[in-house]
C-alpha cells in the first residue's frame, strides 16, 4: 500500500510558479512510477505528467510540455511538479498518482491517489 499527501497548491497570477510536492509513505516507493493529474468540476480528471520507477523518463501532456516538470527522488519518498508561465486554464485540483505502470495516461484503475491539492491561477 501506498499512501500519498500533496502540498504546494494556492493562487498564484498567471505567469507565475509554483512547486507541487507528494510525500509517498511505504518503502516500495521506487517500485512505481508516478504521476500528476487534475480536475477542475465537472470534468474528467486528466493526465498532466508521469515520471518512470528510477526517474529516468517522463512524459507530459502537449498542455503543459515545456512549462511543467515532473521530478522524483526515491531516497526521500517524494516527487514534485514545477509549473511555470502558469495560465489561468491551469486552474485545477492536481492529483498525485502511483501506480505500477509507465506511463499511464488515464485515471482508471490507478491504484494510489492523494487527495489533491487547489492551484488557482488568476488572470
Known amino acids: 500500500q501506498v499512501q500519498l499527501v500533496e502540498s504546494g497548491g494556492g493562487l498564484v497570477q498567471a505567469g507565475g510558479s509554483l512547486r507541487l510536492s507528494c510525500a509517498a509513505s511505504g518503502r516500495t516507493f521506487s517500485s512505481y512510477a508516478m504521476g500528476w493529474f487534475r480536475q477542475v468540476p465537472g470534468k474528467e480528471r486528466e493526465f498532466v505528467a508521469a515520471?518512470?520507477?528510477?526517474?529516468?523518463?517522463?512524459t507530459y501532456s502537449d498542455s503543459v510540455k515545456g512549462r511543467f516538470t515532473i521530478s522524483r527522488d526515491n531516497n526521500k519518498n517524494t516527487v514534485s511538479l514545477r509549473m511555470d508561465s502558469l495560465k489561468p486554464e491551469d486552474t485545477a485540483v492536481y492529483y498525485c498518482a502511483a501506480t505500477i505502470d509507465y506511463p499511464v495516461f488515464r485515471p482508471d484503475g490507478i491504484p494510489y491517489w492523494g487527495k489533491g491539492t487547489l492551484v488557482t491561477v488568476s488572470s
Open positions: 515520471i518512470s520507477w528510477s526517474g529516468g523518463s517522463t
